[in-house]
């Protein structure tokens, strides 16, 4: 698979011979790659040589999809003592260096940052899956889109410049802390669309009201593909986001380890669309059990995937601890591939009572208080969760038109919302607007902190 030297003639699809394919055709080709993909694991990666003896499987045995249940999981934590242990990329590498053509770091959200080493053919790879999602999400030779994440050692700046560029679109490479110079762009070069985290379209909605005296929505932006973090597609963040910039919001996801965008919204917004085909493989599990699940519109697990045609760092069910809820049912825009929406990070989840809590959940219906809060919020606890003591406590920054005495009951009513939608009991404290910490890359929703004790506005519900 090379990414493809110029947009194609067809107007729906980026790789209309894969995209619209039949879910049959498309595992048995993934059975093919597989078998391919780990003969060549087995016989370079020194990690997956030893994994897999010690699983016991015989690559003999394995002969299609269906057989991948054999295989053992890879843990983050193992790749990152991989390369603690080999330095730099690991001994999960599987080339030596001489033919590694670039090295990214992951961003290092859930603990240290680890390398991620790239051939010429897993770069092509990269940006061809890029491509792929961008064309679904609107973007064409026509666009001029800004691209305002992090460039450099980011795994994802490359990849989808370079894609963009393929695409034949006019990219201006914007990068992240340079409002100032996004807005002037959009002023003279007429950028119609913009790539970013939810968090910071957000913000930089904000910059614009309140330093430019401009109203977002008046800019001419069409659309926003949106990633790094959920948001894209949690329905308050995605509706609060619309009504800012009056453009239509596409989600976008992807995974440092894996590739960094294999998932993509098309015009439908009915979920996200995988876009791996022919370089991954994705599974569901359930995250408690680690059992497989089967595709089927609903079910709601643990998203696991497979590398099908990369030769730096290759990885086998790889877990990605991204909470996702599924459908197969066709969709309207002619593409057969599964789609999803990431509901939270395993690693961020909180068990309250008994209770899952994801910090999108709560983002979501603080959202829906808009103008009343800002829709800035901050989870405190008391200790390293999952497990958090009731009740959660959360803070909120109030909208600047809330007046003081006003205060009691947007707490309470805050609470009697979060405790009907999340079903646990919060303790919401109201503070000022602009007081929660604003990030141009991935928020974190969730600190732990000294115990709260009497800083409590409004009652417990």
Request: charged share 20%; aromatic share 6%.
């Amino acid at each position: 698979m090379t990414i493809r030297d110029r947009a194609p003639v067809e107007p729906t699809y980026w790789a209309g011979d894969l995209e619209t394919l039949s879910a049959d055709e498309l595992d048995a080709r993934a059975g093919r790659s597989l078998v391919r993909q780990l003969g060549y694991v087995a016989g370079h990666s020194p990690f997956y040589q030893r994994k897999l003896a010690a699983a016991g499987v015989e690559l003999r045995a394995i002969r299609g999809i269906e057989d991948l249940r054999y295989l053992p999981f890879t843990e983050k934590e193992e790749l990152r003592v991989s390369q603690e242990e080999h330095p730099p990329l690991g001994w999960h590498a599987a080339v030596p260096m001489g033919q590694t053509v670039r090295i990214h770091a992951s961003s290092g959200t859930t603990g240290k940052p680890s390398f991620v080493g790239l051939t010429a053919r897993d770069s092509a790879g990269w940006s061809e899956m890029t491509a792929r999602c961008l064309y679904a999400c609107g973007v064409r030779p026509e666009t001029i889109i800004a691209y305002a994440f992090n460039i450099g050692f980011f795994c994802g700046g490359l990849a989808n410049t370079d894609a963009i560029e393929a695409i034949g679109s006019t990219l201006v490479p914007i990068g992240t802390g340079a409002s100032d110079r996004l807005m002037a762009a959009i002023r003279t070069i007429g950028v119609n669309q913009i790539t970013c985290t939810p968090s910071y379209i957000l913000y930089f909605a904000g910059v614009v009201r309140d330093k430019y005296g401009i109203d977002p929505a008046q800019l001419g932006i069409t659309h926003l593909i949106l990633g790094g973090e959920p948001g894209g597609g949690v329905p308050g963040v995605r509706e609060a986001i619309q009504q800012e910039w009056g453009a239509t919001v596409f989600d976008s996801m992807g995974n440092a380890d894996l590739a960094p965008v294999f998932l993509g919204e098309c015009p439908e917004r009915t979920g996200m669309h995988f876009m791996g085909q022919g370089f991954l493989y994705a599974e569901l599990i359930d995250p408690e059990t680690a059992t497989s699940l089967s595709m089927a519109d609903g079910v709601e697990g643990e998203l696991v995937v497979t590398h099908l045609d990369r030769e730096c760092v290759p990885l086998v069910r790889f877990r990605t601890r991204d909470r996702v809820v599924v459908w197969t049912s066709p969709c309207a825009c002619g593409r057969t591939s599964f789609r999803l929406r990431c509901v939270g990070r395993t690693d961020d989840m909180l068990i309250v009572l008994g209770v899952n809590v994801f910090p999108s959940a709560v983002k979501d219906v603080v959202m829906t208080h808009r103008p009343r809060t800002t829709g800035e919020l901050l989870i405190q606890i008391d200790q390293p969760g999952p497990r958090v003591d009731p009740p959660l406590h959360v803070q909120i920054e109030h909208g600047p038109d809330v007046r003081p005495e006003e205060l009691p009951a947007l707490a309470d009513r805050l609470n009697a919302d979060l405790r009907a939608k999340l079903i646990v009991p919060t303790q919401v404290e109201l503070v000022p607007p602009g007081t929660l910490p604003r990030s141009e890359m991935k928020s974190q929703p969730v600190r732990v902190v000294a115990p709260a004790g009497q800083r409590r506005q409004g009652p417990e519900r």
